[in-house]
């Protein structure tokens, strides 16, 4: 294998000059054509693509000196085409298509234009909820390049004030790395690399665990890396590596992620990854990306570099078989990581592999073998486990067991297979109930030990759920309202002087479904805020002086409902 890999890098390989230096992207995007969102030197708190628990960072974090409220100026000609309130993500977002086929997105906005105020206000009242996302027709919202329509703020599951703003394929929905078209942030820093990985795999063998590995520290700086103990690796059989690294700018001491990751053996390029453009839809294959039991136990983000069988992922531009390295010779072999930021800065490491025969054993599965191509199914008298296609990144030697009953529940505990195998998106999981559960077969959840929740739904015998992670399920049943604890409101209260009714709510399993807030009978806006967990209606002009009464209504997602209600003045 290894002498051929000159001539199958040759046909694999993808590199555009851009910025002065090689970066690595399979498009070109237009540049001088798109303004900056924000009248503020440039400087970023999150970098495109950047390594997040279960997703890569889809846009950049533009800094706002730790303040809110500084206007927010159209990009380039074109018209708001959606709009977007949520309890958590971006709080409120605005989306403006541009004619040139790409989308602007800027998230945890503080306020919004007047024009743009109304339209959200009548489309939550005529939905009578406070989250609302929809569409807006061309010539509703049309926008001037320059245009301010919003002003930042730090509303949503913000850490803090900033501008999260992205570029999108309006045809695709992919979002796209935003430096590429010449929104850049200031940049002589090269990446700095940490440690480095080998995993060892069986003939056959899919990642897991269990695979045998080693982590190994670096030592250097400005670009130049080395092993610390600076001594040759001794590998054999099917070879896969990892990194762990991350990058800065010139204007911002954040820890920001890499652009791209380019794996060579003897100056053959085996292996790429480029944050140049991605699909929503392949968010969540970050742990795919990553060792994710290594994240799991450690925190450790070391991102392999080798693709998974199962990984359909656009941040792959080439691979040689998938980038393992079969080492199978006698020889002295140069394996060079070169790791480069958007700017192009680069960083390098090369490390000397001594290679070695060995009797490579075949992978022998202890269990039912899960194929990441195939629908799969597990099932006994108690359980049944379904997974279909494009859910394993790879294929999986399966585990099953049946653990101790846990206290309040309703079914044995079942191990589906164990947490450091990560899910695409869900997996089918059928649990038979005990008989004990009677009438409360409507109230059923599927949950397990680490605290993830199914909804359940009671049919054929079995509690049935859609599950995001393996681990130890077992049935409980909600039949437990939510909890309303009001904050500046009670029965008679005088409001006279206060700006809003504020009040909070919670759920002791299945969470909350929706609210409702009436004032006299007729409904009325309260605002759910992410970060002081408060329900808040602020009064306006329509609340005369006088007596009137305000009723809240909370329900689960199991369909238990509660309601506070109380009279207040003027």
């Known amino acids: 294998m290894l002498k051929k890999l000159g001539a199958l890098t040759a046909l694999l390989w993808i590199c555009t000059a851009a910025l002065a230096q090689d970066v690595i992207q399979t498009s070109f995007y237009p540049k001088d054509v798109f303004r900056y969102p924000l009248d503020l030197p440039p400087s970023t708190a999150g970098s495109f693509g950047e390594l997040r628990p279960n997703h890569f960072h889809s846009g950049l974090d533009f800094k706002t000196n730790q303040r809110t409220g500084y206007p927010i100026y159209s990009i380039l000609d074109g018209f708001v085409s959606r709009l977007r309130i949520q309890y958590g993500g971006f709080g409120r977002a605005v989306y403006i298509t541009h ?14 234009s007047p024009a743009i ?6 489309y939550q009242v005529q939905q009578q909820s406070y989250e609302v996302d929809f569409q807006l027709l061309p010539l509703q919202l049309p926008l001037k390049k320059g245009e301010v329509f919003a002003w930042t703020g730090n509303a949503g599951a913000s850490a803090g004030p900033h501008l999260h703003f992205e570029l ?13 078209f010449g929104l850049t942030i200031p940049d002589k820093v090269p990446p700095t690399l940490q440690a480095i990985a080998t995993y060892n795999f069986a003939d056959g063998a899919p990642f897991s665990e269990k695979t045998p590995h080693m982590f190994l520290a670096l030592t250097g700086a400005n670009g130049q890396y080395r092993l610390k103990n600076n001594q040759p690796i001794h590998l054999s059989g099917a070879i896969g590596f990892g990194l762990t690294a991350y990058d800065m700018n010139s204007v911002s001491p954040n820890h920001n992620g890499i652009y791209s990751v380019e794996l060579k053996l003897d100056g053959s390029t085996v292996y790429t990854f480029a944050v140049e453009r991605f699909g929503f839809d392949q968010t969540r294959a970050i742990n795919a990306y990553l060792d994710y039991p290594a994240f799991l136990t450690s925190r450790r983000w070391m991102q392999k570099c080798f693709v998974p069988p199962g990984s359909n992922v656009s941040l792959y531009p080439q691979s040689v078989n998938r980038g393992i390295i079969n080492f199978d010779d006698d020889a002295m072999h140069e394996v060079q990581y070169v790791v480069r930021d958007v700017a192009g800065n680069t960083s390098t490491l090369t490390v000397k592999v001594k290679s070695s025969k060995s009797d490579v054993k075949p992978f022998i599965p202890k269990g039912p073998l899960f194929q990441y191509d195939k629908t799969n199914e597990f099932n006994n008298d ?7 296609p494009g859910n394993l990144y790879d294929n999986l030697d399966f585990n099953y067991a049946r653990l101790p009953r846990k206290p309040g529940a309703y079914s044995e505990t079942h191990r589906i297979h164990n947490r450091f195998t990560p899910i695409h998106e869900t997996f089918s999981l059928w649990i038979k109930p005990d008989s004990t559960i009677g009438h409360n077969a409507d109230k059923a959840v599927l949950i397990n030990t680490a605290g993830n929740l199914a909804i359940g739904k ?21 039949t437990v309202p939510p909890v309303i604890t009001p904050v500046n409101i009670h029965d008679g209260s005088n409001l006279s002087a206060a700006k809003s009714i504020n009040l909070r709510m919670s759920d002791n399993l299945s969470g909350v479904k929706s609210y409702t807030g009436k004032i006299d009978g007729k409904w009325v806006l309260v605002e759910h805020d992410y970060k002081t967990k408060l329900l808040r209606y602020y009064f306006d002009d329509n609340i005369k002086n006088g007596k009137h009464t305000f009723e809240l209504t909370v329900t689960d997602a199991k369909d238990n409902a509660s309601q506070f209600k109380a009279t207040f003045y003027r």
């Open 458 to 478: 009671f049919e054929d015998g079995y509690v049935k759920g859609q599950c995001r992670f393996f681990g130890d399920y077992y049935i409980k049943v909600d």
């Open 168 to 180: 999108r394929d309006s045809k695709t929905e992919q979002t796209i790395n935003p430096q590429l």
């Open 382 to 388: 108690k359980v049944k486990v379904i997974v279909t």
């Open 117 to 122: 105020e109304a339209l959200i206000r009548d």
């Open 99 to 112: 004619p040139n086929g790409f989308t602007s997105v800027y998230g945890h906005l503080e306020r919004f």
